[in-house]
């Protein structure tokens, strides 16, 4: 099991240019969270998905922000037009319910986007 | 007001000794509490979780949970030097909606 993969590992880029974040969530696990995370506000929940369909995006901070997950094994971040203040790190999770109704999150290794 | 608090430490214990970690939360609908630990550069990982008021072991990590007072703590007991890390309290109305605190820095002295 290799995990959930993220890429890229990290991005540089000017203000105003579009961002692409992927990931690609553990095989059967049927939640996939996108979380950002900052030094001064944490780790924050951005949108997830359940099999595929968006749950909640109430955290999404701005129009500028969309996701999507256009089959089981992918999703896509995306920040168009990117500013300075979206410099953070970008996690993406997947999930499935255990027998216990856990829903334990397992986290990729993290996309560190730096919007100059 | 954030949602989640925690102190950011750091939070300084000898090796062996009992670190005691806290966090409160203000949504009394809360149901769901998750401890993960971070390492410096690295992505959060789960410690465990608890549901139920009352205490929950598993190792040398002991969970409690008091929503009457809204508030749930991890026992790190026999504290190692890998023990050495930033502590996520995630607190959330479901198991998927979580908000994280800003965590707590632990050292463990040698």
């Known amino acids: 099991d290799a995990g959930v993969i993220q890429s890229p590992r990290h991005e540089v880029t000017e203000m105003g240019q579009e961002v692409t974040l992927r990931c690609k969530p553990i095989s059967g696990h049927d939640y996939l969270f996108w979380y950002r995370q900052t030094m001064m506000r944490g780790l924050e929940l951005l949108i997830y998905?359940?099999?595929?369909?968006?749950?909640?995006d109430s955290g999404m901070p701005e129009d500028r922000f969309s996701a999507k997950m256009p089959n089981a094994s992918f999703s896509t971040l995306k920040i168009q037009p990117s500013e300075p203040r979206d410099s953070a790190v970008y996690f993406c999770?997947?999930?499935?319910?255990?027998?216990?109704?856990?829903?334990?999150?397992?986290f990729g290794a993290g996309s560190r986007l730096t919007v100059l | 007001q954030k949602e989640v608090e925690q102190n950011s430490g750091p939070l300084s214990v000898p090796e062996g000794a009992i670190a005691s970690l806290n966090c409160t939360y203000s949504?009394?609908?809360?149901?769901?509490f998750f401890w993960y630990r971070q390492y410096s550069g690295k992505s959060p990982e789960l410690i465990m979780f608890?549901?139920?008021?009352g205490d929950k072991e598993d190792g040398r990590f002991t969970a409690q949970l008091n929503k009457a007072s809204q508030y749930v703590s991890l026992l790190i007991r026999d504290s190692q030097p890998s023990d050495s890390a930033t502590y996520l309290c995630a607190v959330g109305p479901s198991r998927e909606k979580l908000t994280f605190g800003t965590g707590t820095r632990l050292t463990i002295i040698p």
């Open positions: 999770a997947s999930s499935i319910r255990g027998r216990s109704g856990a829903n334990v999150l397992t």
């Open positions: 949504d009394r609908g809360s149901q769901s």
């Open positions: 608890i549901y139920s008021n």
């Open positions: 998905f359940n099999n595929n369909v968006p749950i909640d």
